[in-house]
Every structure is written in C-alpha cells, then in structure tokens.
C-alpha cells in the first residue's frame, strides 16, 4: 500500500483486489490524515470522468466521497436520462469524448464493443468473482467480458393487495389463462377502471411474454427476425388480447403523467415494473403503506413465466486517460459495500451474492420475487441492432393495438421491418466479416 | 489577372475559403455518403461500408415513418408559414400606426423572444402547455374551459408546438416588415384615401406593393426555417405523443444520431435540401412577377 502511495499514485482501491476495498476505506481514512503532505504535492489534475444514468445517476454523487478520499481522484460526475443516453454514447465514441468510466444498460454492450469503445477487463481481475451467473453471462459479448455488472434487475408484477383480494384472489395468478380471469373479473367490477397498466411505448411487457416462448427472437444466426414464429405470435395475441378486452388503458407514458398517483387512486390493480419501482414505492411510503403492495412474478403460459435479462453494468472507456485509476472506481462502485448502498438508496438490486446475504435481501418477500425473477431470465440476443429492433417491433405493436394490425399481419411487419435492420449483418456474415 | 481582379479575390478570399470548408464539402460529403450504407458497423470499421447508389432513397420511400415526418413537417409549415408571416405583419402595423406611442418599447418587448436561448423558453413553454398546472389551461378554466392535454394528445401537439414556434420567431419578421412600412410613403396613402381607397385598398394597392420584397423575403426565410423545424419537437415532446410531432429533421437526427444510420440520414439532408430549393426557387420566380426581386 505504501509502495503505491509513494508512487504518488495512491491507487488502494485496486482493481485486482475488488474485495479489499471495505477494508481498505476503514484503513484510509487514517491514512488520508498521515498522507496529507503527499496529498499536498500531488497535483490536482488528477481526476475521472464517469457517465451515470438515470435514478444511479441522480444519486451517484452520494457514493463518491469515500473513494475520492482513499485515493485523491476527483470523480467528475455527469448525470445523463435514459432517454437520451444511447445516442450519447455513440456520438461520444464517434467523437473520441466518452468518459472514463460509464455507466451502461447492459443491452448495449454487443453495439458498443463493435464500435470499439469499451477497454477489455484487466487480466485475472477479481472483479467477476462473487457475482451472479446470469450478471456475469449479461457483460459478455462473444465470450469475453466487457464491462462489470453493476446492478441487477427484472421484470415482475406489482400488485393493490386490496384490489386484487376484492376480485378473490391473494396476489395475481403466475398462469395467463388464470391471470386474464382475475383481470376480467377487476374489470367488471369497476367499470371505469383497468387491471393492469400496459404502456404503450414500453417494450418490456411484450418483451417479458416473449421471453416465455420457446423461439429464439431472431434466427439464422440472429440476421434475421423470427417474430412470425408460433410462440412470439402467441405471446403478441396475448398482448393484444389485454388491450382488446380492456385490460389496460391504451395509452403512452406522457398521457398517464403520474404512474403512481395512478395506482395509488386505484385505476389499475397490476403494475408490471422494474426495480426501480421498489425505490418509488418506498419513496412514496405515506402513499403506498407496504400493507398495500406486493410483487409476484410476470406470468407465463403455464404458470410463472420468465423475463427479459436487464441490468446495468459498468464499462471503461478503451481511451481512458488513466485505465488504472478508472478499473478501481468500478472496482469500488462494484464492491458489495456499495452495492448495498445503492439499494438502500434506489432499490437497483445488487449483483453480487456477498452483497445480497450481507443486505438481507434473502428475508425480504419483494427481493425475493426479484431474485428468482432474475435467475428466469433470458438474455437478449446479442447483436448491436437489438435497442433498434425492440424500438421498431414496439412501434408495431402500438400500430396493433391502435387498430391498423391484426396479429398476424403485425408479425409479418415485424420481421419485414427488422430483416431490413438486419440486412447489413447478413451480408457481413455472408462475406465472413463478422461471427 | 488584372490588380482590380486580384484584389476582388483578396477581400472574398476568406469568406470564399469558409463558404467552401464549411458548406460545400460538408454538402459534397453527405451527398456521397447518402449513397453508402455508412452505419455503425462502417463506423467499427470502413471496410464493412457499400456503395448502394439510390438504395438509401429507394428504402425511404418505402417507409412510412418518413412519410409520416414529411406530412407533419408539411402540416407545421402550413400552419405555422402563414401565421408566423400573419402574426408579424399585423404586429408590425400595429406598431407602425400613427397613434400607437412608446414604439420603441414595444419593438423592444415583442422582438425579445427572438434572442432568448430557444431550449429555455422550450422549456418554459412546457411549464405553460403543462395540463395540469400549466398557465394556459389555468386561463382556459377562467373561461370555464375543460383542461387540454396540449402536448399529451397526438391531436393537439402540433398546435401547441406552433404556439411556441410563432411565439419565438415572430420578431424577426416583425422588423424586417416595421422597417419596410417606414418606407411607404405616406403621400401615395393619403392621395389614395382621398381618391376614396379604403382600409383594404390601400393596404392592397399601396401598402402591398411597397413591402412586397420584405414579404418576399420573410416567406422565403420562414419556409426555409418551417422546413427544418427540429429542436421545439426534441425539447418539448420528444417527437410524441405517436410520432405526431416528428419532423423530417427530427427523422434525419434519430437515423443519424440515435441509430447512426449516417447514409440514410444523409439521403434524408440531401431531400429535405432539394425541397428547400425548389420551393425557394418557386418563391423568387413568383417574386419575379410581381417585380419584388
């Protein structure tokens, strides 16, 4: 430790040694007061630039200090929406300006490594240890690693116990036939109301049925789409089928306004979420008593269904100005200290099973949920068109449920629309360019 | 090459060698890539780019997301030409009447939207379109009027949006037009008032005549302008509710930048230029005849 510290590079936080650092932080903070002449001479030049989304974003300021502390780097924190992140990145990379370090949904990784933005693992690093299979497999692009889980998520059904107990059920069925009673019965209950909130410009409840069918999404070694297939098409009549019958409003994001103002009055009963609904919900305690709410798994054709694999991972910049310095703050922001701590904060889940045991997220029924959620879940394909192709298939299905498609017709668009996507990757694969 | 010719080219040198660095390559270099598949599998590596010569306008014209952008830009120049054009004129004459005091102060106030920072007031205008707690819908509920979900309804965002966009750019016009009204001279006015012209008359036969370049002009800037309509979408509704307010350039930078698709966007630059061209060209020639150029 003090060899590096007369390095003058105080890096203790080290990327080889991911788990060293709970240790490390308690032992620093009395080394911080010793090293104070060295600090004093180093030049404050010395500083990282990290990417966070969305509500890490927000919060990632509260994580820094300790890790700034330890090892002198200044972390200049850039919160970017979601909504805009994606082409962030890629104009950043076509324009050599990416961060240090980035915060990414692991879905991109496939498109951001193509384009060569991402900077390999450091060799025999600890940092993928102690982590969940499915995190591990959700970093991966070929067979090689590419970024660092950072956290997990899925897809599930956040339920109004009230509600739901009404129509005679404790929490909504795993199995769809079983699931469309119950939400029949909310219905005819309450005529002015919905079941269940499907927005219309959110790909994941489609995506979540989708996940349920034995069909890979695309074929032909992913270079084109497989959305006519018996299984996507029953999961798109499903979908629709919940629309048709009024289970759910149609309507998109911007119309509905507040979500939760929306649950919380009872206009639908079942809330298909994220993590981050945990975090909201718990925000909003005085509104939402945890007596009121609880979360079961997305429903499947024969009972409990899979999701699509979600998560957020974190990457360095293949021209990061100090790769060190950078692999530790991931190394840091990885550790399952801090990975408590951001679920302490947000609700995002850890990935890491040391993090999991220690946060006691074993003993509580929504973690629960979550966990055995995630261990259903089903990668995505990895080829760098995939946010192109869920955007476009949505937008389908929206034209579907507003009346210019039937099922059938609507999976022909589908793969008409994403074959074109993926004409490029088809000739690349035909002249041997890519895998 | 004579000293009055060398030192011609001296003096436009500069701007000659930035109109050239900054415009026509530029220009030259989209209209190539619009016939290259460029992609982000061409920015990993060039090796992977096509030539696919009109393949770029043949995939467009089978897309009904274009077409969609096309019929709502079409829809907000429509809208937004005549009443930005309408909007200015009558402001500017307004102002220009005789009896009308503190002019100066008006110009001043009217012409402010037009240098404030356009994301900003973007952004203010969504306080004020908001549905719920927005300043309009709370003027509208003193009339006893029932809220309007003006961004939220694929039925009303283009209006609202054009509120916005007439708004911030109606100034610009509004002097253009108070400077071609000073020249209007006010004997040909009032030998034609006392010939019995009346209000319309005279606008139409002295008024007209004399500010029909600014007219001119105004039209061609506005169309120009209407045509490229993109950051009010992108800050205010994201191209939503349903696409409805996605322009052709909005079209362009989600091809280019979010799926970085640059030889689809090029081709899209290249028809939108085209377009701007014409009717430009269609505007001067229609200046032409009433002798306004």
Redesign the interface.
Known sequence: MLAAHRKGTVVIIDADIGEVVTLARRELLGLAAAGAVAACARSRGRGLTWWAMGTAGENAPLLLPPFERATGNQVDIQTIPWTGAHEKLLTASAGNSLPDVMMLNSAWLPELALIGALAPLPPQTALLADQFPGAVESIKVGSHAVAVPWTADSWVQFYRRDLVREVGYDSPPLDWAEWKRMARAIVRRHSDRHATLHLLDWPEPLFAYAAQQPEPLLRDCASRGNFASPGFRTALAFYKSIYDERLSPTLTGAEVGDTYIAFRRGWFAVLPSNAVTIGDLRLRAQMFPRALWGAVLTPGPGGSGNAMARGASLAVSRHARDPHAAWSLVAYLTSPEVQRRIYGITGDLPTRTGAWDAAGLGGDPVSRVFASQIARSVAPPAVPEWERIVFEVQQVAEHMVRGEYGVDAATREMDRRIDRILEKRRSLLDRGRIA | MNRQARAGLVFTAPVLLATILLLVLPTAGALLLSVT?F???A???L??L?FIGAGNYA?LFHTP?FWRAVGNTLLFAGLGVPAAIGTSLLTAMVINAATVRWKSLWRLLLFAPYVTTLVATALVWRYVLD??SGLLNYALSGFGLAPV?W???PRTSVPATLIFIVWKAFGYNMLVFTAALSTVSTELQEAARLDGAGAWARFRHVTLPAIGPALLLAAVLSVANFLQIFTEPYVM??G???QSTETVLYFMFDQG????NLGMASAVAVILFVAIFALTAAQARLGRRYEWL
């Open positions: 598949d992609d982000i599998y920015l990993a590596d090796a992977n096509r995939e997301s549905t719920r979900a961004l939220e309804n509704t994201h939503g509710p349903a930048f979010t799926w970085w």
